[in-house]
């Protein structure tokens, strides 16, 4: 008998957008109802996910084109690796829950900078899954900067300050634009409680089962 594929679910937003809070309940939500999950994120915790951390954390500044081409490895692997790729957890059953995935490449190295170089990359490699479903966290710049500040010291490069989070807000609406007739993208509120935004997201969710 054939294994019926899993679901793969990805989470986006900006920094600040609680997006990874919401990864997190939908994984122990899709569990609780006795599906197989892996909870994954990019970038990986892999060597090439270090390098492309580095990367945004300043330590070592990359162009757009450098960073663009590292998260495409770091993404390739994560699909392809016989130990923990995307694929193979898809293909065994189980659901894959992402905290991050090729949108973020096209709207922080894409848009205003290479973007069909970056696109064609991502969209058309053979070995890089397409999710089932995109959900992006929308929150206000001035919310999610006030999150970001709140108790930390140190900021990637695209958390520096509310007028960079607006600017990568404004281009995954450029993205998704792009993409509105090829992917399944669901845009969900986040300036509610974390209970209201999940309601939303199992709404999604409801929708593919």
Not at 33 to 51: A, C, D, N, W
Not at 162 to 174: L, N, Q, S
């Amino acid at each position: 008998m054939e294994t019926k594929r899993g679901l793969f679910i990805v989470i986006e937003g900006v920094d600040g957008s609680g997006k990874s809070t919401q990864a997190d309940l939908l994984a122990n939500y899709l569990r609780s109802l006795g599906r197989k999950v892996h909870h994954t994120m990019e970038p990986t915790e892999s060597g090439l996910g270090g390098m492309v951390r580095d990367g945004l954390g300043g330590e070592h500044p990359r162009t757009s084109e450098e960073l663009a081409a590292m998260f495409l490895a770091d993404r390739v692997a994560h699909n392809v690796s016989p130990k923990s790729g995307i694929k193979q957890f898809l293909e065994s059953g189980t659901d894959v829950v992402c905290d991050r995935y090729y949108y973020s490449s096209l709207a922080y190295q894409g848009v205003d900078g290479p973007f069909d170089w970056v696109a064609d990359m991502n969209l058309k490699s053979p070995v890089i899954e397409k999710p089932d479903l995109c959900i992006f966290i929308d929150l206000d710049p001035k919310k999610c900067s006030e999150r970001i500040h709140s108790g930390r010291s140190h900021f990637e490069i695209f958390e520096e300050n509310e007028a960079m989070i607006a600017e990568t807000r404004r281009r995954y609406g450029k993205v998704f634009e792009f993409l509105k007739d090829r992917e399944n993208i669901a845009i969900i509120d986040g300036a509610r409680t974390i209970e209201e935004v999940f309601e939303d997201i199992k709404k999604e969710i409801e929708k593919l089962r």
